[in-house]
């Protein structure tokens, strides 16, 4: 009686070995090929790159700079309104006035969508108006700037090289509240990569 008591010991002893022997060889089998799942939290960080600007009928302009994605927002300490000003008050009186306007702050909300492949997130860009003032000399003038996303252009964020771009597109400027017309379309174009 004993030998079978010992023997029914022995036995659920190595049954109960063997399931956890397959159960820990089955979670680590399932860990090898597990990759962290991308989420649009992953586009958050800071960012070195260029903003071209341009308008319809000359060559872009570009200038190196810096910005940060957090919170679903494109923060920019230094939107460059170069071409605005110069727009408005011409070359010479434009690029002095640009040299005591302080840095521009800008944020532009997004909503981020993965795409199907899990390698990029897409940015449905919500921008809203920027407004800036400044002094011609002989009148401060309050500057509204009303953006769109280019149409026909993905903004995204590429998850393997870290790379971000995103494309807007002026569609009016008012100064003092009074609409500017004519204004050439004036586009933005900011292209880096994630530190």
Do not use: R
């Not at 070195?48 to 060559?59: E, I």
């Not at 009148?139 to 509204?144: L, T, W």
């Amino acid at each position: 009686m004993k030998t079978i008591s010992n023997f029914k010991k022995a036995t659920l002893m190595a049954v109960a070995t063997v399931c956890i022997a397959s159960m820990i060889a089955c979670h680590n089998d399932s860990n090898k090929d597990d990759k962290p799942i991308p989420t649009p939290t992953d586009a958050y960080g800071l960012y070195d790159g260029k903003m071209a600007m341009f308008v319809s009928s000359a060559d872009a302009d570009s200038l190196e700079m810096q910005l940060k994605l957090n919170s679903d927002t494109i923060y920019l300490d230094k939107f460059p309104v170069d071409s605005v000003v110069v727009a408005l008050e011409g070359a010479a009186v434009g690029t002095s006035i640009m040299d005591t306007l302080p840095g521009i702050k800008y944020k532009i909300g997004y909503i981020p969508e993965m795409n199907a492949a899990q390698d990029s997130i897409y940015m449905d860009l919500k921008p809203k108006s920027l407004t800036f003032a400044y002094n011609n000399g002989t009148e401060s003038k309050s500057v509204k700037v009303t953006m769109q996303p280019t149409e026909g252009a993905k903004s995204s964020y590429e998850l393997a090289h870290k790379h971000l771009n995103f494309n807007l597109l002026v569609t009016e400027v008012s100064v003092n509240d009074k609409v500017i017309t004519p204004f050439e379309s004036l586009h933005y174009s900011f292209v880096g990569n994630k530190k």
